[in-house]
């Protein structure tokens, strides 16, 4: 190396060097990259001014929060009135079903009436003495009045007992009562 070459790289370095400090000296510089913004100044208007201006645009603010309000009640009222129209749909579907449920519960009941009507008393006793005492009480009460006392003669005691307790309070208009 002579010493030409050993020169131009010392003056490279410092240069580099004296860049970089000068960098770092702008940078510490505080608002050296800040904008320049205009201030606004609030102090040239009065009371007076405010409150005119308050007054001029409250009818204006009013009016928008008014139209807000609607709006939002109006999408409350449609989501109500699709509940509604789904609880109507449902209520009919139940409605349907009930009535289905009660015609089949007829059509039943009047077989089941008619099948013990036609057994032999003493037959007919055995099995409703082994149903649910409500239920014996509900074919016995549809059945004849003759036909209905020779089954009840023909039952155990304490079974033809409570059938006769539960026909007793189910025709008492004055009582709902369980008769258990």
């Known amino acids: 190396m002579t010493k030409d070459m050993t020169f131009s790289i010392t003056a490279k370095t410092m240069r580099r060097f004296g860049l970089a400090l000068a960098g770092l000296a702008f940078l510490a510089i505080p608002g050296a990259f800040a904008e320049e913004r205009p201030v606004i100044s ?5 009371a007076d001014e405010i409150r005119a201006f308050c007054t001029n645009i409250a009818d204006a603010a009013r009016d928008q929060r008014y139209l807000l309000q609607k709006e939002e009640l109006e999408a409350l009222q449609k989501d109500v009135d699709a509940r ?12 349907d079903w009930l009535n289905r449920r009660n015609r089949f519960l007829e059509t039943a009941q009047a077989g089941l009436v008619d099948i013990y009507s036609k057994m032999k008393p003493d037959a ?39 059938v006769t307790r539960i026909i007793a309070v189910a025709t008492d208009p004055n009582t709902s009562k369980d008769p258990s």
């Open 124 to 162: 007919a006793a055995a099995q409703l003495a082994a149903l649910n005492p409500e239920i014996a009480s509900a074919i016995v009460m549809k059945l004849p009045a003759r036909q209905s006392s020779v089954i009840m003669s023909e039952m155990p005691a304490d079974k033809a007992a409570r």
């Open 84 to 95: 509604i129209r789904t609880l109507e749909a449902r209520r009919a579907e139940y409605e």
């Open 42 to 46: 609030t102090t040239t208007a009065t």
